[in-house]
């Protein structure tokens, strides 16, 4: 068993920036891919991005591509998203995913077996 826990979202101004964590504990040997997620209510939990261990390769979804990064420090165990030159549009709570099962496509939400909690981020204008 994996367990995950988010912090850092909170309320910030369009154009500023955050740093999300995502601090992983149990049996994490096994985890291939962790990915951050985000949903508005209402809306489909869409992939923002993914990084595979151990080679660090990342994939960024369009909407974010170049504003936000992916990194993880794996001596601590914690995955991070720093997001930059944030807007209204990226307000939505986020989510950790973890998953210890290769070759799946990773903005699915199936494609995981582990989540957070969430961590909401709110951007206003």
């Known amino acids: 068993q994996v367990q995950l826990a988010e912090s850092g979202g909170g309320s910030i101004q369009a154009g500023g920036s955050l740093r999300l964590s995502c601090a992983a504990s149990?049996?994490?040997?096994?985890?291939?891919?962790m990915a951050w997620f985000r949903q508005d209510p209402g809306k489909e939990r869409e992939g923002v991005a993914v990084?595979?261990?151990?080679?660090?390769?990342?994939t960024y979804a369009d909407s974010v591509k170049g504003r936000f990064t992916i990194s993880q420090d794996r001596t601590k165990n914690t995955l991070y998203l720093q997001m930059d030159s944030l807007n209204p549009e990226d307000t939505a709570m986020y989510y950790c995913?973890?998953?210890?099962?290769?070759?799946?496509?990773?903005?699915?939400?199936?494609?995981?077996?582990?989540w957070g909690q969430g961590t909401q981020v709110t951007v206003s204008s």
């Open positions: 149990g049996n994490t040997g096994p985890i291939v891919r």
């Open positions: 990084i595979y261990t151990p080679a660090a390769l990342t």
């Open positions: 995913a973890a998953d210890t099962r290769a070759g799946r496509y990773w903005p699915r939400v199936d494609s995981y077996n582990y």
